[in-house]
């Protein structure tokens, strides 16, 4: 039988080889190895993990869910991140083995329904971009002759409008704004918890960064702060309560849905701005097509002029804008979705052992040739837009399924993905129609922080800082007052 299972790629320096290509060089170690096999073995001591590049593969487990269990996986990550006790551990793992019931799919199926097109996103797009309104306004404020660092400023953007939409007026990042720098310090360093060996020691401002989430975290259950929250975060806490969950442990668990909410948008957006000033013809395209979601009113009697950004339908009005943001996704999302094997499977003739776990990873398929063409290593920001309006796009080569895998698939599909995708674009819109960006100090093309290939993250960061000038745009309305409009409704993006 075992010669039915994936192939197997051995280390060079076993058994120790695949532990110090992770450790070195994280999801890279993938790609090192990278074998023009459909699915292949790697086995550390007496763990298997079954690697699967062939998107058909990857469609196939996603559908097994009742022999592929990304619950398991959910539990690990959980244990390791939110810093929880054993305790909270039994009822996390309530009815796992029931992938219908149970703690986990009670928050999966209450999260998922706040977040699907409905109501529920609406009220949560709206919210978020009321406050980016102000975050952006307050740009304005700022000296034009100072530089910003242009990482900080994503995650200042990103983290602010994502965290007053979800936790309403007693969002603890509003009453504490450090708490932002405290959120990525603990992303920044998140591989230091999943080794878990004396994070504090090793790890101290990410450790400190954590418990400072923690608590106040817990200050704002305790006060009642979910009871005003949206949607979604009403729906997490009360099914923590109807489970049995104390405050606190609520408060822990939040850790969780905090990298999921503000993990990887300020990546998105840095990388998306970053491709966008760095081409001059692709910003004045943009500017250009944003310029149809955008009316111009001056008032008679005040002489002031407002300007205001539709981006109720940016899906249909902008599609090239909405296409760079989804290529930035396609060259930079390191995630891997995993799996744990539940039984012996066969799949595809191949052997599947229980115990084993089942990675995915985005990058592979992403960059493969065969799926996006000759090109799949450059930037194209074309990339996703129909061509002469026929549904067949570009090249043709990444329509087929699994071959897009920034938001994961299955089970582990991001719910927020039409929240975040709304926010990236909603702010680079405003930015290509509103500011010029200078380069002060860094490079347009700065290299990806090496830490963010840890296995533990999912979307690559910025290597080194970036100082950008943020200036109005020569001779564009310079005295205007600028918004994006609300209500949005019926927030909905595709995705190939």
């Not at 405050?247 to 969780?256: C, I, M, Q, Y």
């Not at 930079?332 to 003739?349: A, H, K, N, Q, Y």
């Not at 930037?379 to 796009?393: A, H, I």
């Not at 993905?417 to 200078?438: P, Q, S, W």
């Amino acid at each position: 039988m075992k010669e039915q299972e994936p192939p197997k790629v051995r280390a060079r320096l076993a058994p120790l080889g695949h532990i110090f290509g992770f450790y070195r060089y994280g999801h890279r170690y993938i790609n090192i190895l990278r074998k023009p096999l459909p699915i292949y073995t790697l086995e550390i001591f007496s763990q298997k993990f079954y690697v699967v590049n062939d998107p058909d593969l990857i469609i196939r487990v996603q559908r097994y869910s009742k022999l592929f269990s990304f619950s398991h996986i959910i539990v690990a990550t959980t244990r390791m991140f939110c810093g929880v006790d054993e305790q909270t551990m039994v009822k996390v793992q309530d009815g796992i083995a029931d992938p219908q019931h149970g703690y986990l799919n009670s928050i999966r199926t209450t999260v998922r329904s706040a977040l699907v097109p409905g109501t529920d996103l609406d009220d949560l797009c709206n919210a978020m971009l009321n406050r980016l309104n102000d975050v952006i306004s307050g740009l304005d404020l700022a000296s034009s002759d100072d530089s910003q660092d242009l990482w900080r400023l994503a995650c200042h953007i990103t983290t602010s409008a994502s965290t007053k939409a979800a936790y309403g007026p007693q969002n603890p990042f509003d009453l504490d704004p450090s708490l932002t720098d405290s959120f990525w310090a603990f992303k920044g360093n998140i591989m230091a918890f999943m080794i878990n060996v004396l994070p504090g020691l090793f790890a101290p401002e990410a450790y400190k960064g954590r418990e400072k989430l923690i608590n106040a975290l817990q200050y704002y259950f305790h006060v009642g702060g979910a009871a005003r929250a949206s949607a979604f975060i009403k729906a997490r806490y009360d099914t923590n309560k109807e489970h049995g969950m104390l405050t606190v442990e609520s408060a822990h668990l939040e850790l969780g849905n905090l990298i999921g909410l503000l993990g990887n948008t300020a990546p998105t957006l840095f990388w998306l701005l970053m491709q966008i000033y760095s081409d001059a013809a692709l910003l004045d395209s943009l500017r250009g097509e944003v310029e149809g979601i955008i009316t111009v009113e001056t008032a008679p009697s005040t002489h002031r002029t407002d300007i205001r950004l539709a981006v109720d339908n940016i899906r249909i009005s902008c599609p090239l804008l909405v296409s760079a943001y989804k290529e930035v996704l396609r060259l930079r999302s390191r995630s891997m979705s995993s799996r744990v094997v539940l039984e012996d499977t066969f799949i595809d003739g191949y052997l599947l052992r229980k115990g084993a776990f089942v990675q995915m990873p985005s990058y592979i398929p992403h960059s493969d040739i065969d799926l996006w063409g000759h090109d799949a290593g450059e930037y194209r920001p074309r990339r996703f837009m129909k061509v002469d309006n026929n549904p067949s796009r570009g090249d043709n080569h990444h329509t087929r399924s699994g071959a897009f895998r920034a938001f994961g698939g299955g089970q582990s599909l991001c719910s927020g993905r039409h929240f975040a995708t709304l926010e990236v674009v909603a702010v680079a819109a405003m930015f290509v129609a509103k500011y010029d960006l200078c380069m002060q100090a860094g490079s347009w093309n700065p290299k990806a922080e090496p830490s963010s290939q840890s296995l533990a993250t999912s979307f690559e960061m910025p290597g080194g800082k970036v100082r950008v000038k943020i200036a109005r745009r020569a001779g564009y309305h310079p005295d205007a007052r600028w918004e994006i409009v609300t209500p949005v409704s019926k927030v909905n993006f595709s995705f190939p």
